[in-house]
């Protein structure tokens, strides 16, 4: 009796084990709301600003890693620029301009339910080599250009925070 009691259990043990009863620990992103100068998105919320945006001309916002450093500068970071009265075709030819630039992509795209212009170049700066990913679009009259950038050996690991800036991009 024991001996069939023991075998029933372990069959059951073996069924429930087998059938996927098992929990599943998953972590979400956690992401800060920024919201000023007629823009808003979500952010890390482990990410920190990295100036008082009321001192620069064009710049709404800027937020980057703590955790990404090179000789302690942020080394990942989104910035958000707007401009007024200039197009898309003006922000292209500003960053074609820069030296030592060298582009590796541009394609349309779709934020905040308008077309818009992604390019995707690479530079080394101080001897580090960074890639970048900028967005820019016209609405209402302005210019914006979301600018992503990080060392290029972290680039493809940080674009899920970079999408997700994207996604959240809102023009009031």
Same mark, same amino acid.
């Given at each position: 009796?024991?001996?069939?009691?023991?075998?029933?259990?372990?069959?059951?043990?073996?069924? +429930?084990?087998?059938?996927?009863?098992?929990? *599943?620990?998953? /972590?979400?992103?956690?992401?800060?709301?920024?919201?000023?100068?007629?823009?808003?998105?979500?952010?890390?919320?482990?990410?920190?600003?990295?100036?008082?945006?009321?001192? *620069?001309?064009?710049?709404?916002?800027?937020?980057?890693?703590?955790?990404?450093?090179?000789?302690?500068?942020?080394?990942?970071?989104?910035? +958000?620029?707007?401009?007024?009265?200039? /197009?898309?075709?003006?922000?292209?030819?500003?960053?074609?301009?820069?030296?030592?630039? *060298?582009?590796?992509?541009?394609?349309?795209?779709?934020?905040?339910?308008?077309?818009?212009?992604?390019?995707?170049?690479?530079?080394?700066?101080?001897?580090?080599?960074?890639?970048?990913?900028?967005?820019?679009?016209?609405?209402?009259?302005?210019?914006?250009?979301?600018?992503?950038?990080?060392?290029?050996?972290?680039?493809?690991?940080?674009?899920?925070?970079?999408?997700?800036?994207?996604?959240?991009?809102?023009?009031?």
């Amino acid at each position: 009796m024991k001996k069939s009691a023991i075998g029933i259990i372990s069959i059951l043990v073996f069924v +429930v084990l087998a059938s996927g009863c098992t929990s *599943e620990v998953t /972590t979400e992103n956690k992401t800060t709301h920024f919201e000023g100068n007629g823009t808003s998105f979500d952010y890390p919320s482990n990410w920190i600003p990295l100036i008082n945006t009321t001192n *620069e001309r064009y710049i709404v916002a800027k937020f980057g890693d703590p955790n990404q450093k090179i000789n302690d500068s942020i080394s990942t970071a989104v910035i +958000v620029e707007k401009a007024s009265g200039l /197009t898309v075709e003006d922000g292209k030819s500003i960053f074609r301009a820069k030296p030592n630039y *060298e582009f590796i992509s541009e394609k349309t795209i779709t934020i905040a339910n308008t077309n818009a212009t992604e390019l995707i170049f690479k530079t080394t700066e101080q001897g580090i080599q960074l890639k970048y990913r900028t967005i820019m679009l016209t609405k209402n009259g302005f210019l914006y250009a979301i600018t992503f950038y990080a060392k290029t050996e972290d680039f493809e690991g940080q674009n899920a925070n970079f999408d997700m800036i994207i996604n959240s991009f809102q023009i009031q």
